[in-house]
């Protein structure tokens, strides 16, 4: 029998407000070029304005693109949070393990009919949660039916990675070449390199741990730890011409929005293109101001406070629910007014746990 959290309408979560936390990173790590794990920030990267003009699908050829259909589990997350245990000498505090992007579609859930599915465990006091990998796969085969594209990268996907090379450098600007600088047309794009920020956050009465990749930083990161830092985040929309394309932009403000917030970015930068994909101009956006500026232009309906109070009793049901082990499945069907929550497996963890990270927590 599955346990039924409602979704719609969205009002019912309107009125008050959460108390949220300020995310507050606590540890990082990087994939190198060849996606190699590494537990360090060296595949952090410095925002620099990108010329305008450039055509994004330049060297769409030589894309080096990681093969997004392995599953990686949380094993990288959790390497990260093992060795800041180690450093501490005890377990983390928060109720909810998770990648930035299985908050990002509960937090949408209210707005948005996207269908998702996810396993999660109870270990130790603590709900750890990953995407359902098969089921990611099967929409995506089934959305490339559909539309006739290839499982290739479409080339717009490529665009989004073009614009982060267009963007950002390897160094602080001091220590860049300008002939870098000026030749970044040039770069191979690279998707398997990433940074990501591990942060400590909070929904109402749950502490969350989340992971997610960071795509650049405006100057230096802070000399005192947990301080905010100055994140970048980047993105590509095709102009905005009309009324319609305004509405359809301020959908996507939706998305860009909860995913800044959840990891604390204070900035987002989207480069604006043409249908043809040329870069025509850059425009900066407070992470901060974009529920009140999409409100004031009443075009999309969102409400930002709607999303948080959802996800603080979402987790609190989710957190009463899972009381028990074995791996249990978070799956929202499209369109559906709910989120259902069955068991799938009767004990154990399934692949959502590393042995390294139980053999760890088993010593502590
Ligand atoms: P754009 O966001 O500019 O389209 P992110 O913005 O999260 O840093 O991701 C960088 C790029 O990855 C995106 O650039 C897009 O090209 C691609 N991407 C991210 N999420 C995607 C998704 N769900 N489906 C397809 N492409 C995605
Ligand atoms: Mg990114
Ligand atoms: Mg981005």
């Not at 346990?3 to 190198?32: H, N, Q």
């Not at 403000?253 to 040329?278: A, C, N």
């Not at 232009?297 to 948080?308: E, P, Q, S, T, Y």
Request: aromatic share 12%.
């Amino acid at each position: 029998m599955a346990l039924k959290f409602p979704v719609y309408p969205p009002s019912r979560y309107g009125g008050g407000t959460e108390p949220v936390k300020r995310p507050k990173e606590f540890a990082c790590f990087s994939y190198d070029k060849d996606h190699k794990f590494r537990l360090d920030d060296s595949s952090l990267k410095w925002y620099y304005p990108p010329d305008l003009g450039v055509d994004l699908s330049r060297g769409s050829d030589t894309f080096i693109q990681h093969d997004d259909s392995i599953d990686e589990h949380l094993d990288s997350l959790l390497k990260t949070i093992k060795a800041y245990e180690e450093q501490t000498g005890e377990p983390i505090d928060a109720h909810v393990v998770t990648w930035r992007g299985m908050l990002t579609k509960i937090m949408a859930a209210p707005f948005d009919d996207e269908a998702f599915e996810m396993n999660a465990t109870l270990y130790r006091g603590c709900i750890f949660i990953e995407e359902h990998h098969g089921f990611k796969e099967q929409k995506r085969q089934m959305e490339n039916s559909r539309t006739g594209q290839r499982i290739l990268p479409s080339l717009m996907q490529y665009w989004g990675y073009k614009f982060e090379t267009l963007s950002t450098l390897p160094r602080p600007w001091a220590e860049t070449s300008r002939d870098y600088i000026e030749n970044r047309d040039q770069e191979v794009v690279n998707n398997k390199e990433q940074y990501c920020s591990v942060v400590r956050t909070g929904f109402g009465k749950s502490i969350v741990c989340l992971g997610g990749e960071v795509d650049a930083i405006w100057d230096a990161k802070p000399a005192t730890p947990g301080d905010p830092i100055n994140w970048v985040e980047l993105k590509t929309s095709a102009e905005i011409r009309n009324h319609n394309d305004q509405f359809k932009f301020d959908r996507k403000l939706m998305r860009y929005w909860i995913q800044s917030f959840l990891l604390g970015v204070p900035k987002i930068i989207v480069g604006f293109r043409t249908q043809d994909g040329i870069l025509s101009r850059v425009e900066e956006f407070r992470t901060m101001s974009i529920p009140h500026e999409v409100q004031r232009r009443g075009l999309a309906k969102w409400d930002g406070n709607v999303c948080i109070r959802f996800t603080s009793l979402f987790l609190d049901w989710l957190r009463r629910s899972i009381d028990d082990e074995g791996v249990w499945r978070i799956r929202r069907r499209q369109k559906s007014d709910f989120i259902e929550l069955f068991k799938v497996e009767e004990v154990g963890h399934g692949s959502i746990i590393t042995d390294e990270f139980m053999n760890w927590r088993i010593k502590l």
